[in-house]
């Protein structure tokens, strides 16, 4: 019958391994946050009178008045005026550009409709196209924006802007790589603009264009290398290439730059945890569970360290974390379970026995400090107290396979081989996706068939 019990035990490990290999690796999360490019608009201005259409003889007469009011950017006032004038008489030009005002006073919904009466009355009206973008952009239409942007472009209106104002609603529906070629073109006009760079960045970067945003970055870099926003471009850049050491490097520049960011902090501190320094990912680690914003990330990378045997540096990060008497119960909780972790990697198993029952004494709940206890207890053939452990375990999902299977090798090892199996059983239920499971089962029904035959 042992070799039937070692074989049960192997397999209930494998059928563990997937949760055990969670506590030796952080999955870093490559997201750095950044600014999206923003809409920037121009005044109307007299000049935006040329190459329109003309207005009609009725409308002639306000030639002097409207070229005044604009150069005095009494916008408002224009606006009234013109707007008691009716569309029935109204052309294409003073239809756009009351929408053009109403554009200007941020009334979107009033600009679109003179700027579609417009069209409406010219239809190969190029400049109106282009207003009617700019007010459905502003009101969260992007696709419906760039297709008006794109009419107004095959009609012939080649102003810049359009081209960032295209790249803009590309980026606001998401059609990133269409937004790199809108602001490629739009740098064509002006290859310095230090925001169309930022924009082609950030078109770059979400496209996953990673090798052309790195070339950009050299020449921005050059010109501002003060920039932490520059430097978590480049961070981002080279850690979705796998460029890892370089990529931290970056994120590390930026921090020195005054980057303070949770996210970022906490993504440094991660990929010096697994890819560079130990010591500074601890002290990384140690700043952020001073800013108490992200306290599970801390409890994540300290179990790391005790998994993987880095024992001083776990020591030390750990002395980082004091908590005041008030911290929350489930918080303190942890705390104790990773001291209690830590001492009993280290063979202090009456020093992790406590700290695991501190940990339960702040929460009852605490799943992997009630599997660690039951571990402690059946090692010192407490096999009573494991077993009610694993049972508390056994009702909270998050723990439930592991708690399960534990009991299962447990029963097992006191010769009670039907009460093991009924715990494999609701194992499989629990996770049928585990194929080991249903081995063990298998293994386990033979062994009870050849106990009773």
């Given at each position: 019958m042992m070799k039937y019990f070692i074989l049960l035990s192997l397999l209930i490990g494998q059928?563990?391994?997937?949760?055990?290999?969670?506590?030796?690796?952080?999955?870093?999360?490559?997201?750095?946050?950044?600014?999206?490019?923003?809409?920037?608009?121009q005044q109307i201005s007299a000049t935006d009178l040329s190459a329109m259409p003309s207005l009609n003889e009725a409308e002639q007469?306000?030639?002097?008045?409207?070229?005044d009011k604009l150069n005095k950017a009494q916008y408002t006032d224009l606006l009234a005026t013109l707007k008691q004038r009716p569309k029935a008489d109204m052309s294409a030009a003073m239809a756009y550009l009351i929408g053009q005002l109403a554009?200007?006073?941020?009334?979107?919904?009033?600009?679109?409709?003179?700027?579609?009466?417009?069209?409406?009355l010219q239809a190969n009206f190029g400049k109106a196209y282009h207003g009617l973008g700019l007010a459905q952009l502003q009101s969260d239409n992007p696709i419906a924006a760039t297709k008006n942007f794109a009419k107004a472009l095959q009609l012939g209106v080649n102003d810049p802007q359009i081209y960032s104002f295209l790249g803009y609603g590309y980026i606001q529906?998401?059609?990133?790589?269409?937004?790199?070629?809108?602001?490629?073109?739009?740098?064509?006009?002006?290859p310095d603009d230090a925001q169309l760079n930022q924009a082609l960045l950030y078109?770059?970067?979400m496209a996953g264009h990673h090798d052309a945003a790195l070339s950009l970055l050299e020449q921005m870099l050059n010109s501002t290398p003060n920039d932490k926003g520059l430097w978590l471009h480049r961070a981002n850049a080279l850690l979705k290439k796998d460029q890892f050491s370089q990529g931290i490097a970056s994120l590390e520049a930026a921090i020195r730059l005054g980057e303070s960011n949770a996210d970022n902090l906490a993504l440094t501190a991660q990929l010096q945890l697994q890819h560079g320094s130990i010591n500074r990912a601890r002290t990384l680690y140690g700043r952020i569970w001073q800013t108490q914003t992200n306290a599970p990330l801390v409890f994540e990378a300290c179990e790391y360290l005790i998994a993987n045997q880095e024992f001083d540096a776990a020591k030390a990060l750990l002395k980082k974390m004091s908590l005041p008497k008030n911290s929350p119960h489930g918080v303190q909780s942890q705390l104790a379970y990773l001291k209690g972790l830590l001492a009993q990697q280290q063979g202090s198993i009456a020093l992790a026995a406590r700290s695991f029952e501190q940990a339960l004494s702040f929460?009852?709940?605490?799943?992997?400090?009630?599997?660690?206890?039951?571990?402690?207890?059946?090692?010192?053939?407490?096999?009573?107290?494991?077993?009610?452990?694993?049972?508390?375990?056994?009702?909270?999902?998050?723990?439930?396979?592991?708690?399960?299977?534990?009991?299962?090798?447990?029963?097992?090892?006191?010769?009670?081989?039907?009460k093991a199996l009924e715990l494999l059983q609701q194992a499989a239920d629990f996770a049928p996706q585990e194929p080991s499971l249903f081995e063990n089962i298998q293994i386990l029904q033979r062994l009870v068939r050849q106990g009773s035959a």
């Open positions: 059928a563990l391994v997937s949760q055990s290999a969670l506590s030796k690796s952080l999955a870093a999360q490559l997201v750095i946050k950044f600014d999206e490019p923003k809409l920037l608009l007469s306000q030639q002097k008045l409207i070229s554009l200007q006073q941020q009334q979107l919904s009033l600009g679109a409709d003179y700027f579609t009466h417009a069209i409406k529906s998401e059609h990133f790589h269409s937004a790199v070629v809108a602001y490629q073109q739009a740098k064509l006009f002006n078109a770059y970067t929460n009852g709940v605490n799943g992997k400090a009630l599997l660690a206890l039951a571990a402690v207890k059946r090692s010192q053939q407490q096999s009573h107290q494991a077993q009610m452990l694993l049972l508390r375990a056994g009702a909270l999902d998050e723990v439930k396979l592991q708690a399960l299977t534990e009991h299962a090798d447990l029963m097992m090892a006191l010769g009670r081989y039907l």
